[in-house]
Each structure stands twice: as structure tokens, then as C-alpha cells.
């Protein structure tokens, strides 16, 4: 089971692209954080991650940490296995903060747009100056205790240009090892900047390569899932998001959405699907469920249509207003995924790179000879 806490409305920062709505100071209360708490270990099920969102969660550090006290007491009276992640903007990240995230056993995300020329065009603080150089020590503090802590880079419009020299920057000057990009699908994007997003993830593969050539791997979550994908013939079912049925998302106030990116300005009652008070609303969710996947008629002939992610039940919702409905923002970066994934799994694969080889075929792989 996955469950997400949203532990406030507010935030520091004033992103662009934000799609947890208009920032408000509104919190969770430890009263509803315990409830909350309640309602995600009474599911039948013997592990759950727990995710403290927003918002920024760190604005809401003591009740963060409380959560976390009470969540390990729980586990270890349910017997469940327990895993906490924590996504931050990293602005309030400090040396002390870090060691307690390792000492209470938390898998942090950071969101950090690359370098400072990215960064500041779509994530500025509250005010509009830059939040970069506070970004970077949060990093900084995190990466001695979190080598594997995972960047997520958001390329829009606006951006899209910086963001090989971006992610080049994390990998090569930050020493970061897992980047994932998660676009901005919900804004308008020009022909040009859609030429430009090409052009950037294709030097992305050409970095990914030579970076494996050099004996460093690297995670790039759009060419992983997609050499995954090639490799085992399309998404599994267990690969899909688990959107509203073994993944929730609770609102400060105690609501409950089928997915954290669904809570925004938590007003959206189409998507609210029951209370931790009264339980799920079982007709709204299930009536929810049974709507999961992908419609669009287009979609039944496209030969990648077992590696495309056109099932993501919060992108579909908040590009066309329906769950079962993809756009064609999805469908280029999707293709182009794809592409740029298979022209990197293949040069790596005939060069015979160790370390590509031992990632994604085992240690144990041992080609035929040609």
C-alpha cells in the first residue's frame, strides 16, 4: 500500500509549474495526522510506504517528525514492513535535519531544476529571488548520508533549453546519481520548444552512454523505464500506478484523493473519494477504478503501446479533465522516449558495457559470442 500525507498547503517557493495549487497556510493537524495514520495501517496489507508531501512538508518539521514516531510504533505493532519517503524542495534542508532523515530511516526526494541558469527561471522563492544557492546546500547536506537521493527535474516551456546542461550539472559537478524528469505537461508547448526538448533528451542519451562508457552508471528515469519496457516486452500490471485502489493521497484536512498531485487546493470534489473519518466513499472510488487506462482510439494501433504510460490516471485528469483520456503532449514525449531509450540500450548493449550489462541482465550475463 502507498499512502501520502500532504502535511500542508504552504510552501516557500513560488514554482511556475506548481500543480499543488494556490499556496495557502493551511497544515494537518496532529490530530488528523494521527487518524491519518490510523487509516494507513488498516489496510490488509503486510508493507506500506508512507510519503510526507505538500506543499514544502519540512515548513511542518515537528509534525513530520511526530508522524514518523508514530508511524514506526504502528508498524511494529501491525507487523508491517514500513518504508517513509520524504519529497522536499531541499531549501530547508540543514546538516542536523539530514542526519535525523538517516537516523529514522527516510528515502528523501529533492525537486531541484539542474543548474542555476534552469533553476531560477521556473523555481524561485516567494518574493522571486533565487532559491538555488539554498537548494544546493540542502543537497549538499543530504548527498554524504543519501549518495542514491533522487533529483527530480521539471523541464517546461520556458526552461527546456537548459536542461542537458541541467542534468550534465547534477551528475558531473553534484555527484548526484538518480535524476528523474517529470515534465511539465500542462502548459501549452510551441513546436520550437518541442524541437528543443528533442534535441536536449537525445544529448541526454549521448551523456547517459559515455557515462557508462566511463564506468559510472547513472539512473535517467525516462530511458530506464524504457529499456525496462524493451526488455520485459511492456508494463506489467504491477508497473502501473495503483491510482485510487493500493494509492491514496490525504489532504491536510483529512480528505482523501486517489493520487498526491490530485490534492492541489483540496476543493476538488469530483476527485475527493471519501474522508479518514468515514472511510471511502466505495461507489465514487469504484466508479473511479473501473475508469482506469486508456481510451483514445489512436492508442489501440501505436506500436509502442505497451511501453507508453498513456494509463496515468493524475497526467490524463489534469491535461483533459479525464482519467481514461491521454493528450498529445504525453504521446511526444512517450515516442521520443522510447527512441532515445532503445539508441542507448543498443549501442550499450553491442559494445558489451559491463556496467549496462550487469544493471539490466544481471551479474551473472553471459552473451553469446557473436
Not at 56 to 66: A, K, N, V
Not at 156 to 183: C, D, M, Q, T
Not at 271 to 298: P, T, W, Y
Amino acid at each position: 500500500m502507498d499512502v501520502t500525507l500532504s502535511l500542508t498547503h504552504d510552501c516557500n517557493l513560488a514554482c511556475s509549474y506548481c500543480y499543488a495549487g494556490d499556496k495557502h497556510r493551511k497544515s494537518m493537524s496532529w490530530q488528523t495526522a494521527q487518524k491519518a495514520l490510523e487509516f494507513a495501517f488498516s489496510f490488509d496489507s503486510p508493507s506500506l510506504q508512507l510519503g510526507f508531501f505538500g506543499g514544502e512538508p519540512l515548513l511542518q518539521w515537528e509534525l513530520l517528525q511526530q508522524c514518523s514516531q508514530e508511524a514506526d510504533k504502528l508498524a511494529q505493532k501491525s507487523d508491517v514492513s514500513l518504508v517513509k519517503t520524504v519529497t522536499t524542495n531541499a531549501t530547508l534542508v540543514t546538516d542536523e535535519k539530514a542526519k535525523w532523515l538517516v537516523e529514522n530511516s527516510f528515502v528523501p526526494a529533492l525537486s531541484i531544476d539542474g543548474n542555476e541558469q534552469m533553476h531560477d527561471i521556473t523555481r524561485p522563492l516567494k518574493g522571486g529571488k533565487s532559491s538555488f544557492s539554498m537548494c544546493m546546500a540542502g543537497l549538499e547536506a543530504l548527498l554524504p548520508h543519501y549518495p542514491e537521493t533522487e533529483v527530480i527535474v521539471v523541464p517546461s516551456p520556458e526552461n527546456v533549453a537548459h536542461l542537458f546542461a541541467g542534468v550534465r550539472f547534477l551528475y558531473l559537478e553534484k555527484g548526484v546519481k538518480r535524476v528523474s524528469i517529470n515534465p511539465n505537461f500542462y502548459v501549452e508547448w510551441s513546436e520550437k520548444a518541442l524541437k528543443t526538448w528533442r534535441e536536449e533528451s537525445d544529448k541526454l542519451g549521448d551523456l547517459f552512454i559515455e557515462l557508462y562508457r566511463q564506468g559510472r552508471p547513472v539512473a535517467l528515469n525516462f530511458i530506464d523505464g524504457k529499456i525496462i519496457t524493451h526488455l520485459k516486452c511492456g508494463f506489467d500490471c504491477g508497473d502501473k500506478c495503483n491510482f485510487g485502489e493500493k494509492e491514496i493521497a490525504i489532504a491536510p484536512s483529512g480528505r482523501i484523493y486517489p493520487c498526491e498531485r490530485l490534492v492541489a487546493n483540496d476543493d476538488n470534489d469530483e476527485m475527493c473519494i471519501g474522508h479518514i473519518e468515514s472511510g471511502f466513499d466505495e461507489d465514487k472510488r469504484q466508479a473511479i477504478l473501473r475508469r482506469r487506462g486508456c481510451v483514445n482510439a489512436e492508442c489501440l494501433s501505436c506500436a509502442i503501446r505497451g511501453r507508453c504510460m498513456n494509463w496515468c490516471c493524475c497526467i490524463n485528469y489534469t491535461i483533459t479533465g479525464a482519467i481514461d483520456v491521454t493528450d498529445g503532449i504525453v504521446c511526444f514525449h512517450e515516442q521520443m522516449a522510447v527512441e532515445v531509450a532503445d539508441r542507448v540500450g543498443t549501442t550499450l548493449f553491442e559494445e558489451r558495457n559491463p556496467a549496462f550489462l550487469a544493471r539490466y541482465y544481471g551479474e551473472d550475463f553471459s552473451p553469446l559470442e557473436k
